[in-house]
């Protein structure tokens, strides 16, 4: 997957823009943590709470305040198309993508596991990320070409030569699948789910994590930040099916994100593939 590299003033602008948002964002998640008055069902494992409307708006406001002509993709309000017109998920020019609370489910029941997430997409190429971890005040930010960093610390993950060593954060099998990713979970030393994909992502970049595999239900907003700082942070990252990760246009929870050091990518991704195969 190919980045998009900004001029140094607007990729530093637009990061400022997208850490202060993020930042606004955690505070009032951190505020109402445990104290969730709304909370509706989306899908059979998704739900919403009136902190992820909340959250998102904060985060538009802020970045229509910096950026008034940009397109932004949301996941709660959708698509807002730029000022010439464009919709964001064209691939045209500059489009916001916002995950205000990703990890609603652990949000929704106290979890203290969840992210704001907030990325610049430039023509299609991922540009700018930034994940926020607001309870443990841990910032995750990318720019392309530049590496990620972890509160302003560069961070890269260590590539352990030996895939029995790897523990990787791995997604649900889909339900019409034969295998569960069984062989997959044999062939690493542990496996973890953290209910945030952006999170798991970032974990990655730094090492926490060796690989991340979502087998499906991702969407665009889940990753736009949190791949750019897999990426950045020396790891291959594609879809599911070994394809170029980000694409404006796929439709919400259609996608498969599969990160991990060159080294073992393949590995893993043949390991996935089999069991879909069953």
């Given at each position: 997957?190919?980045?998009?590299?900004?001029?140094?003033?607007?990729?530093?602008?637009?990061?400022?823009?997208?850490?202060?948002?993020?930042?606004?964002?955690?505070?009032?998640?951190?505020?109402?943590?445990?104290?969730?008055?709304?909370?509706?069902?989306?899908?059979?494992?998704?739900?919403?709470?009136e902190?992820?409307?909340?959250?998102?708006?904060?985060?538009?406001?802020?970045?229509?305040?910096?950026?008034?002509?940009?397109?932004?993709l949301?996941?709660?309000?959708?698509?807002?198309?730029?000022?010439?017109?464009?919709?964001?998920?064209?691939?045209?020019g500059?489009?916001?993508?916002?995950?205000?609370?990703?990890?609603?489910?652990?949000?929704?029941?106290?979890?203290?596991?969840?992210?704001?997430?907030?990325?610049?997409a430039?023509?299609?190429?991922?540009?700018?990320?930034?994940?926020?971890?607001?309870?443990?005040?841990?910032?995750?930010?990318?720019?392309?070409?530049?590496?990620?960093?972890?509160?302003?610390?560069?961070?890269?993950?260590p590539?352990?030569?030996?895939?029995?060593?790897?523990?990787?954060?791995?997604?649900?099998a889909?339900?019409?699948?034969?295998?569960?990713?069984?062989?997959?979970?044999?062939?690493?030393?542990?496996?973890?789910?953290?209910?945030?994909?952006?999170?798991e992502?970032?974990?990655?970049?730094?090492?926490?994590?060796?690989?991340?595999?979502?087998?499906?239900?991702?969407?665009?907003?889940?990753?736009?930040?949190?791949?750019?700082?897999?990426?950045?942070?020396?790891?291959?990252?594609?879809?599911?099916?070994?394809?170029?990760?980000?694409?404006?246009?796929?439709?919400?929870?259609?996608?498969?994100?599969?990160?991990?050091?060159?080294?073992?990518?393949?590995?893993?991704?043949?390991?996935?593939?089999?069991?879909?195969?069953?």
């Open positions: 997957m190919t980045s998009r590299l900004l001029p140094a003033g607007d990729a530093e602008r637009a990061l400022a823009v997208a850490v202060s948002a993020a930042r606004a964002a955690g505070r009032v998640q951190l505020e109402r943590l445990g104290r969730v008055e709304q909370i509706r069902r989306k899908s059979a494992r998704d739900v919403v709470t902190v992820d409307h909340l959250a998102e708006r904060l985060i538009l406001d802020e970045i229509g305040a910096a950026f008034p002509g940009d397109a932004i949301a996941e709660e309000s959708g698509e807002h198309a730029a000022a010439a017109g464009a919709a964001p998920t064209t691939g045209t500059r489009a916001w993508i916002v995950d205000p609370l990703d990890g609603t489910v652990n949000y929704a029941n106290a979890i203290p596991v969840f992210t704001v997430s907030v990325a610049l430039v023509d299609g190429c991922p540009a700018v990320g930034a994940v926020l971890d607001p309870v443990r005040d841990e910032l995750f930010t990318a720019v392309a070409g530049q590496g990620a960093r972890l509160n302003g610390h560069r961070i890269r993950n590539d352990k030569p030996d895939l029995g060593d790897y523990v990787i954060g791995l997604g649900y889909p339900r019409d699948w034969r295998s569960d990713l069984g062989e997959m979970r044999r062939r690493v030393r542990a496996s973890r789910h953290l209910g945030s994909a952006a999170l992502l970032s974990y990655v970049a730094a090492g926490r994590l060796d690989a991340c595999i979502h087998p499906t239900g991702i969407s665009n907003w889940d990753i736009a930040a949190a791949g750019l700082i897999a990426q950045e942070g020396g790891t291959t990252v594609t879809t599911a099916d070994g394809q170029p990760w980000f694409d404006l246009s796929r439709p919400a929870t259609s996608i498969g994100i599969l990160a991990a050091p060159s080294r073992h990518h393949a590995v893993l991704l043949e390991l996935f593939l089999a069991a879909g195969r069953g």
